[in-house]
């Protein structure tokens, strides 16, 4: 684990999506953190010691999701499918499809594996696999705030972690996509999925991974940034933690949505460019895809 020093700093962006806006300080306390994802061989060895079932890979409740298709309330997982030639971009089942038998330990499905894949980060965890892993290890996952400064890694208002280029020489600096999204994958950075932990250069607070690869689970419900968020030097918040899920739901949704962090292998300028420390992303906590991980922190208070 790395120590990312506690102090104020300011948080999200005016410059890219809605979601980010406004800049706001907060004050944090000090803490370690993961320097790498979780691995897949980690969480191995968590679901070996204590039998966890994951979300993916327990039949759903009919009650819950009540226009369902009967059919596809199995176990199963989100996986990405790439489209063979440009298709509308307001509509996600043009590239994702919910897979039976997806889960941690198969995550393309039936007949696939995690073998030869240990260093890679575990993918199709829903937020209750994550909070259980890290009470297992002894660990909390950390809040919005708290990943956003350790995402930064002391350079605060620069809109990656490495700095302020997109692609520093012309190289990229995470795994993320290059190409038009959802077809075109150039592989420019070597991968086409997601890559071995610690694979890119880290940040200047030692952490791995911070954009890319594998969105973050936070403990953070979601919830609108407002102009009120931006507080004048006697009200910015310390160690702030948004315990409410009143407004994170979704229009006619009815699961409630946590904050993810750090974007994936699938962000593309051209459509998700989000593998940005101030870009937020809302994930309903059942859900669980090929795109998603986290890592853990310690706090000392």
Same mark, same amino acid.
């Given at each position: ?224 940034? &407002? ?12 160690? !702030? &933690? ?14 409630? &949505? ?18 940005? !420390? ?20 310690? &706090?000392?208070?």
């Amino acid at each position: 684990m790395s120590w990312v020093p506690g102090g104020t700093f300011e948080l999200g962006s005016n410059d890219f999506y809605p979601e980010e806006r406004p800049v706001h300080r907060v004050t944090l306390d000090g803490f370690w953190i993961d320097e790498y994802l979780v691995s897949a061989a980690e969480f191995r060895r968590f679901v070996r010691e204590t039998a966890h079932v994951t979300v993916a890979e327990r039949a759903l409740d009919p009650e819950r999701y009540p226009d369902a298709d009967l059919s596809l309330l199995v176990p199963g997982s989100l996986v990405f499918r790439k489209a063979v030639g440009r298709v509308g971009l307001d509509d996600v089942r043009n590239w994702w499809e919910y897979l039976p038998g997806a889960s941690w330990k198969r995550p393309g499905g039936k007949g696939t594996t995690i073998n030869g894949r240990d260093r890679h980060p575990v993918t199709h965890v829903a937020y209750e696999d994550a909070e259980a892993y890290a009470v297992w290890a002894g660990k909390e996952l950390p809040t919005e705030a708290e990943w956003e400064v350790a995402a930064r890694g002391g350079l605060d208002g620069a809109p990656f972690t490495w700095g302020d280029e997109h692609e520093p020489g012309g190289r990229p600096c995470a795994n993320v996509w290059q190409g038009e999204f959802p077809w075109q994958n150039l592989k420019t950075d070597g991968y086409e999925g997601t890559s071995p932990v610690g694979s890119f250069p880290p940040n200047g607070h030692g952490l791995f991974d911070m954009a890319g690869n594998v969105w973050e689970w936070t403990t953070d419900w979601f919830h609108p940034l &407002r102009p009120e968020d931006a507080p004048g030097p006697c009200c910015i918040p310390v160690n !702030p &933690r948004v315990t409410s899920s009143e407004e994170s739901y979704g229009p006619g949704e009815t699961i409630p &949505r946590k904050v993810l962090k750090g974007g994936s292998h699938l962000c593309a300028p051209n459509y998700c460019f989000r593998y940005r !420390p101030a870009a937020r992303q809302a994930e309903a906590i059942d859900t669980s895809t090929c795109h998603i991980g986290f890592r853990c922190i310690v &706090r000392l208070g």
